[in-house]
């Protein structure tokens, strides 16, 4: 990330600079969210020298204020085989002393999905999450 995107607002880094940091503006949703075209990331392995991506479109909505600082809606999907992986659905929360990730995920296949992401996608899902914060914190120092 370049030292230009580190501090913005909350409210830029989520507006017109999103597409700095988080990947290629897709466009815009009927509910405004902007969507953009990223690759989520994992690292695994002991060390963390492992590291595994996901293509996915991550779409965020406009920042909020709230008592608990800001609050920013997200959804992410995988850009390709989306039916076989889970889709998350929530928001953000900005605040002065932790960033989060509050919201769901459904993973495919019903109960057989629900067993494979209790024994393992739960895993992937959380390490994600976290890429994904130290993103988000990077982003607005």
Do not use: H
């Not at 030292?3 to 466009?27: H, I, K, P, T, Y």
């Not at 495919?108 to 629900?114: D, H, K, N, T």
């Not at 024994?119 to 999450?129: F, L, N, P």
Request: glycine fraction near 10%; proline fraction near 5%.
């Amino acid at each position: 990330m370049s030292e230009a995107l580190r501090g913005l607002s909350v409210q830029d880094a989520f507006g017109n600079e999103a597409s700095r940091w988080l990947g290629e503006l897709a466009g815009t949703d009927a509910a405004g969210l902007q969507s953009y075209r990223c690759d989520l990331r994992l690292r695994v392995s002991p060390e963390g020298r492992v590291l595994f991506r996901k293509s996915a479109v991550v779409s965020l909505g406009v920042p909020r204020r709230s008592p608990a600082g800001w609050l920013v809606a997200i959804e992410w999907r995988a850009a390709t085989l989306a039916p076989l992986l889970p889709v998350f659905v929530g928001r953000l929360v900005i605040g002065p002393e932790r960033v989060a990730i509050d919201g769901y995920y459904a993973a495919p296949f019903g109960v057989v999905g629900y067993v494979l992401d209790r024994a393992i996608m739960s895993i992937v899902a959380r390490g994600t999450a976290r890429w994904f914060l130290t993103t988000v914190v990077a982003a607005i120092g």
